[in-house]
């Protein structure tokens, strides 16, 4: 089965079974994506030298491509459906969106604790200490980071080199996280890490970017030629996750990142107000499936 016409049906099932959160994280798929982060702290004191990143990087990468080869060649014929299971347990489109779609029922009845609680388990450690716009720019950050980071970006690898691909692409995301706990953020390995990470991602963000000035299109109002002019400034020196968020914020006509951002601290991303309302999460939930409808057309075409 084409790999294109494979990660259409996994979207699509990832939609239909891959919420609420709790449905996800039952069937194992959030343990699943976690294992390459999980072997990188069992083996921390092997990795701990200065001078041995590249082991550490390449013990990772190794074992998410030979996970990748035995389930490729083992998952053919009648059993081929199960690699459209794998394909949607990593790629969490649904529980995303059900975030946002919870923050945002939850701030337009006022109920702002409730809101955060929506971010625990996320990277915004510090969620009880937001108020309600740091919690709408929050909510619009992961939906943002999400969707370039966590679905695009493998998607494009999967398209590419099959479940090799996803699950190198996985395990080097995860390691960008993972490692910031246990070792020092400064040493070679992180430099290694994120430098990998922001190879392979740059791509996955202008193309994000791209979907969303198209999903703005169906979601009035929208002023595409102005969003489209602010990304295009920084198209070629925006770090990745950065100009991920910054799409959203283009098309939302919004200002993101800011002190309270657990991704963008050091500055604001988009040049309107930081003070989101519920009715903009909403107009973001909308754009956001319009930009699921433009990725599932994409890929109908690269199968078709």
Known sequence: MDHALIALLALLLNLALGGPRALYEASGAARLARIPAKLLRDREPFFTKENQPILLVGYALAMACAAG??????????????????????????????????I?????????????????????????????????????????????????????????????????????????EALPSSFNAEGYIHQLTFGMFKLTSWVSSRLCAII???ASLFVPPSDVVRAGNQLAATATSAPALAYAIEAVAAVLGAALGGPTSAYASQQWLGSGSAKL????????????????????????????
């Open 104 to 176: 945002r029922k939850a701030l337009a009845s006022g109920d702002v604790q409730a809101a955060r609680k929506q971010l625990e388990g996320t990277v915004w450690k510090h969620h009880v200490l937001l108020d309600e716009h740091g919690v709408a720019r929050a909510a619009a950050e992961l939906v943002a980071v999400t969707f370039c980071e966590r679905v695009l970006h493998p998607l494009i690898w999967y398209l590419l080199l099959g479940l090799p691909g996803l699950f190198v692409c996985r395990s080097v995301t995860l390691m960008k």
């Open 212 to 214: 969303w000035l198209m």
């Open 277 to 304: 309302a519920p009715a903009q999460l909403y107009r973001l939930l909308i754009m956001s499936g319009f930009a699921l409808v433009v990725m599932l057309l994409l890929l109908g075409l690269f199968a078709s």
């Open 69 to 102: 080869l035995f389930f490729h060649f083992i998952l053919r014929g009648n059993i081929q459906f199960l690699e459209i299971i794998i394909v949607a347990c990593l790629l969490p489109v649904r529980p995303s969106l059900e975030r946002l779609w919870f």
